[in-house]
C-alpha cells in the first residue's frame, strides 16, 4: 500500500471508497466521517468517547499475532486489511495467570494498541505507555488517558507478550534465532514503537516528539529499551517511574538454564505447540522473586545489561525523568496478607529477613540488615520492617543509582511518591496489620482516569492538587524534556542539584540525594 498520512485538520481532504468490515456496504467521504484514520495496514474508524472528551481508537493490531511458527519469536508487521476495520473494543488481554495485577487470559493473539486523542488539532505529543505486572500480568486497557489528553497529549497504550510466551529464552530457541532468545516482549513494545512512527500523524500525533513512560515492569521495560542498540528514532524522551528493579537482569546462559528446567524434554514442535494452558502452568518455573527476570543476549539486547549500559553510558541520550514510591514493597507483602499469610512474630525477624534476601538467618549479611531496621522503629510490626528493607534493596537505592548514571550523560529529573495517606490502588482491599503508605503503583490514580472517578477514591483537595501537578508535570516533560510549567513548585534539574523532588500533597521539597541515600540505608545495598 503507497504510504498516506492524514493529520486530523487534513483528514477531510481525504476521498475513500470500498466496503466496510460488518458495517456500511459503502465508505462514505471522510468529511463525513471524522473518525476515519488511515495506517499503515489500513483505515480504521474509531469513536468519539464524550464522557471523557476525547477521541478514542481501541484494538489496532501492531503486530501479526504471535501465534503457530510465530510463538517465541520475534514480533512481524501486521497484515494489511481491504475494509475499514473498526476500532472500538481493546483487544484481549496477553496470555496470563490472573491475579492482583491482571486479569487471567489464554489469549495469544494479543498484540494490540490504544490511541486516544483531543479532539481537535495537529502535531501533538505522543506519550506511550507500557504497563507494568511483573512481566507475567496486566494489559493496557485499564489505563483511559482523559486528563493527559486534556493537556494536548496524544496517549497510546499497548499489550505486549507477558510470561513464558513474552521472555522464554531456551536452547532450542537460541539454535533457531541465531543464538539468541528470549526478551519478545521488549521486542513487541519496539514494534509497538515503529508502529507509532509510521502512523501516529494520521491520528494527530508528533512522532517526532514521543515520550515513552511506565510503571513498574513497563519501567524496566523502558531502560531496556534504552540500552539497546536497536531503537533510535524510535522514542525521544523517557519516564520511568518504580522501574529499576533487577538493573543487572540475568545472562543469556542463566536464562537458557531456566527455560530447559521449566519446559524439560521439550523441543521447538513441542514449544511450538504445547497448550496455552500448559505454558502458563510451566512459567511458574522462570519467575524469580516477584516476576520475571528479564535477559540480556537477545535480539533487542545483544551485549549488555541494563547496569552495564548505564554504568559505560553506552545508552539511547534521552531526556528521562525517573523515581520511585516511599513505601513500594508494601504492595507485595499486602499480596501475600490477603492471601492468607500471617505476620511472622517478633522473634522470627531474622528468620524473615533471611526468607526475603535468600540469606542464612544468622549470617553477617541478616544482623547488619537487623541492626539497619531495628524491629522498634516498626512497632515491633515484622510485615512493616520487611516491607521497609524491599522497599530500599529492590527500588529505591536502585533507582538513586540509576538516577546518578543518567544525569551524567542526559538531562535527568528525579521524584520520590511519597504520600502515604494515597487511595487504595491495585489491592481489592487494605491487609489488615500492614500500613500500606506510598505503596507500588498507588500513584497511578494521580495520572490515569478521570478526576471524579479519583475523588470517588477517597481522594481530598489537597490529592487532587498533587494529581493535577504531577499530570502538569507529566505532560509538561513530554512536551520539551522539563517538567516545570508556569507556576508550578519548582523542579529542580537532578544535574544541576542532585536533589529528588517530593510528590505530596502536604508541600513540594527536594531533598538533597544524600539524605535520600541515607534515609533508605543505602550503603548497606550498594555493597
Not at 513500594?328 to 524473615?352: C, H, I, M, Q, S
Amino acid at each position: 500500500m503507497k504510504r498516506l498520512r492524514a493529520g486530523v485538520g487534513t483528514l477531510a481532504l481525504l476521498m475513500i471508497a470500498g466496503a466496510t468490515a460488518g458495517a456500511q456496504p459503502t465508505t462514505p467521504a471522510a468529511h463525513d466521517d471524522p473518525l476515519l484514520r488511515l495506517t499503515e495496514q489500513g483505515f480504521v474508524r474509531g469513536e468519539i468517547d464524550a464522557r471523557e472528551n476525547m477521541l478514542a481508537f481501541r484494538g489496532i493490531p501492531y503486530a501479526a499475532p504471535p501465534i503457530g511458527t510465530h510463538r517465541f519469536a520475534p514480533p512481524t508487521p501486521p497484515a494489511a486489511w481491504d475494509n475499514v476495520r473498526a476500532a472500538t473494543a481493546f483487544g484481549p488481554d496477553c496470555a496470563q495467570p490472573g491475579g492482583a495485577l491482571g486479569t487471567a487470559s489464554t489469549e495469544e493473539d494479543c498484540l494490540y494498541l490504544n490511541v486516544f486523542a483531543p479532539t481537535k488539532g495537529d502535531n501533538h505529543p505522543v506519550m506511550v505507555w507500557i504497563h507494568g505486572g511483573a512481566f507475567t500480568s496486566g494489559s493496557g486497557t485499564p489505563y483511559s488517558p482523559p486528563r493527559l489528553v486534556a493537556e494536548d497529549m496524544v496517549v497510546v497504550t499497548l499489550n505486549y507478550r507477558l510470561g513464558a510466551f513474552g521472555f522464554l529464552a531456551h536452547p532450542a530457541l537460541s539454535e533457531e534465532q541465531n543464538g539468541r532468545s528470549g526478551g519478545y516482549g521488549l521486542l513487541d513494545q519496539k514494534q509497538a514503537l515503529a508502529w507509532v512512527q509510521e502512523n501516529i500523524e494520521a491520528f494527530g500525533g508528533d512522532p517526532t516528539n514521543v515520550t515513552l513512560f511506565g510503571e513498574s515492569a513497563g519501567g524496566q521495560s523502558i531502560l531496556a529499551l534504552m540500552s539497546s542498540p536497536l531503537t533510535e528514532g524510535l522514542f525521544h524522551k523517557a519516564i520511568i517511574m518504580s522501574g529499576s528493579v533487577a538493573p543487572n537482569q540475568q545472562s543469556l546462559a542463566d536464562a537458557e538454564r531456566l527455560g530447559r528446567e521449566a519446559f524439560k524434554d521439550c523441543d521447538i514442535e513441542c514449544l511450538r505447540t504445547l497448550a496455552t494452558e500448559d505454558v502458563l502452568e510451566r512459567q511458574a518455573g522462570l519467575i524469580e522473586g516477584i516476576g520475571i527476570l528479564i535477559n540480556y543476549g537477545t535480539k533487542l539486547q545483544p551485549e549488555r545489561s541494563i547496569a552495564a549500559a548505564l554504568k559505560e553510558g553506552r545508552f539511547l541520550p534521552v531526556p528521562t525523568l525517573i523515581g520511585s514510591n516511599l513505601d513500594e514493597f508494601t504492595l507485595f507483602v499486602g499480596v501475600n496478607a490477603l492471601a492468607g499469610e500471617t505476620p511472622p512474630p517478633a522473634a522470627a525477624y531474622r528468620d524473615a529477613i533471611g526468607n526475603l534476601i535468600d540469606r542464612r538467618s544468622w549470617g553477617l549479611a541478616v544482623r547488619a540488615i537487623a541492626r539497619a531496621y531495628p524491629l522498634a522503629e516498626y512497632d515491633d510490626n515484622v510485615w512493616q520492617a520487611l516491607s521497609a528493607i524491599g522497599t530500599d534493596a529492590v527500588f529505591a537505592c536502585n533507582a538513586l543509582m540509576q538516577t546518578q548514571q543518567l544525569a551524567e550523560h542526559v538531562p535527568t529529573y528525579a521524584y520520590q511518591f511519597t504520600d502515604r495517606d494515597a487511595p487504595l490502588a491495585v489491592l481489592p482491599e487494605r491487609p489488615a496489620g500492614l500500613a500500606l503508605g506510598a505503596a507500588h503503583a498507588f500513584e497511578l490514580p494521580y495520572l490515569f482516569g478521570q478526576r471524579e472517578a479519583f475523588r470517588a477514591r477517597g481522594a481530598d483537595d489537597s490529592q487532587l492538587a498533587l494529581s493535577e501537578r504531577m499530570i502538569r508535570y507529566w505532560t509538561s516533560f513530554a512536551r520539551n524534556g522539563d517538567p516545570n510549567y508556569e507556576d508550578g513548585p519548582v523542579w529542580p534539574s537532578f544535574v544541576d542539584t542532585e536533589r529528588l523532588l517530593h510528590l505530596d500533597p502536604a508541600i513540594a521539597i527536594a531533598i538533597p540525594s544524600e539524605d535520600f541515600f541515607n534515609n533508605h540505608h543505602c550503603r548497606i545495598w550498594s555493597r
